[in-house]
């Protein structure tokens, strides 16, 4: 009696743990397909694809700034004070409202097409201060072109993306390697 009541339940069992190991391969299927695009979303994509193109710059590498810096927050403000998708700084905003020859209100900030074509025209200027090295950039962009300048000629951190952990100050070296890995994941999937 007891082993007719072991078998019952063996069977059981695998009546209901094949369709529950069926169901978890196949949540794990659609899992693995569409988690990265949930992960590396692009929102506003359009409006950096316009303002990136326009100042001439990779829009997957404004992309991977909007995503780590604000995860695409166009009313995000920072302790530092920094606005918007793109994080600008208000004094980085007016000067490069200057620099265009546009207006420039910290209002304006706010306004995800505004943030976005300031961040790109930015990204585009510590681009081509570094000679387009995208690591001493994207360093730039979160620690200010004068710490990176004295990090290099004192000898500190060569530049590279191979030598980042270099990098003294422990939120830019990992703002460098988040934001170029988000660069490289967009790059693998779009």
Known sequence: MIQKTTR???RLNLRLLLPAALLIILLVLIWQRWLPYWL???EYFDEIEIAAANAGIDPYLALAVAKVE?????EAISSAGAVGIMQLMP???AWLAEKGGYEFTEDMLTDPEYNV???CQYLRYLLE???WNVCLAVASYNAGQTKVS?????GVWDGTEA???QIPFDETRDYVRRVLAVYNEYHKLY
Not at 70 to 74: D, E, L, P, R, V
């Open 163 to 165: 030598n980042a952990r």
């Open 91 to 93: 004094d980085t905003g």
């Open 129 to 131: 201060y570094w000679d």
């Open 117 to 119: 074509r300031q961040g």
């Open 40 to 42: 590396y979303p692009t």
């Open 150 to 154: 004295a990090w290099l000629s004192d």
């Open 70 to 74: 604000s995860n695409f927050q166009a």
């Open 8 to 10: 019952r339940r063996r």
